[in-house]
């Protein structure tokens, strides 16, 4: 018996100071607080390649070229507008827009994807919503929605034999295939006349590059300067944009056959003197 109290005595002891050891046993011992993990940023839904200067027009000019549209008719979506309010055209800080509209009631809005090729000086910004989903559905990486929003500029009519502005390219989103089945192209060059007489669009030549149609040409002849319009085979946005009578902006989207591609879309900026 003398034997077992002993025993006893001694787990007793050692139990008494275990609970000493993890803080066991009541009293004034803190509890321990366990720090939370660093919680995973979110994946930004839409991400931008490249920047453009804001442009601080009210209203804004707008060509929006929708992937849903062809060379021989123009999407519901399809914009070519000098007066669009600025409240309803949202840009990043980098200057990609993500949504044009004229009304609440008619917005177009990127929700998720990326917005390349954007760049701008001011007067005016461009880009292509690619690889995710609007509110006029989803596009794949090679396809493309193709916007310009500028400074309204309304030319002047000036009379007389010569009267013409020469424009050249400046800067352009890369050709897409409306079908989606070939990588993005390239503008190979743009060019285009200015009749002061009307104002008209005398001429324009586009000269784009994709998938295996190196030269794939557009030649348009006497249209309107513009709104959106379809000739010689092509379908065409045109705005005039910036702050200079003797040097206007040409911003034009387009819709063009290809050999091999199929229709073919794009925004180029041009300018003129």
């Known amino acids: 018996m003398q034997k077992t109290k002993i025993a006893l005595s001694i787990v007793s002891a050692a139990a008494l100071l275990t609970l000493a050891a993890c803080g066991g046993g009541g009293g004034d011992s803190a509890a321990v607080t366990q720090q939370p993990a660093t919680p995973t940023p979110p994946t930004p839904s839409i991400t931008v390649q490249g920047s453009a200067a ?11 070229v929708p992937h849903t549209e062809t060379s021989t008719r123009p999407a519901f979506q399809s914009i070519s507008h000098a007066a669009f309010p600025a409240q309803y055209q949202k840009a990043t800080q980098s200057g990609a827009y993500t949504q044009v509209g004229i009304d609440a009631n008619s917005l177009i809005t990127l929700t998720s994807g990326k917005v390349v090729d954007v760049t701008g000086n001011g007067d005016y910004a461009i ?7 609007s509110t006029i559905g989803a596009v794949n990486v090679n396809q493309g929605d193709h916007y310009a929003v500028g400074t309204p500029l309304k030319l002047l009519q000036v009379l007389g034999i010569g009267k013409t502005l020469a424009c050249t390219q400046i800067a352009s ?19 285009a006349v200015i009749d002061l007489n009307g104002p008209t ?37 045109v705005q005039t944009l910036g702050t200079s009578q003797s040097q206007p902006l040409l911003a034009i989207g387009y819709a063009m056959p290809t050999p091999s591609s199929g229709d073919v879309t794009g925004v180029v900026i041009l300018k003129c003197q």
């Open 127 to 133: 880009g292509r919503w690619t690889d995710g989903s």
């Open 54 to 64: 804001a442009v601080q027009a009210d209203p804004l000019a707008v060509v929006y």
């Open 201 to 237: 669009l005398q001429t324009l030549n586009l000269d784009v590059a994709i998938g295996s149609d190196a030269h794939a040409t557009a030649n348009i002849v006497g249209t309107v300067l513009n709104g959106v319009t379809q000739s010689n085979g092509v379908l065409h946005h």
């Open 173 to 191: 989103t890369s050709p897409t295939a409306v079908s989606g089945n070939f990588p993005v192209g390239k503008l190979n060059s743009a060019t």
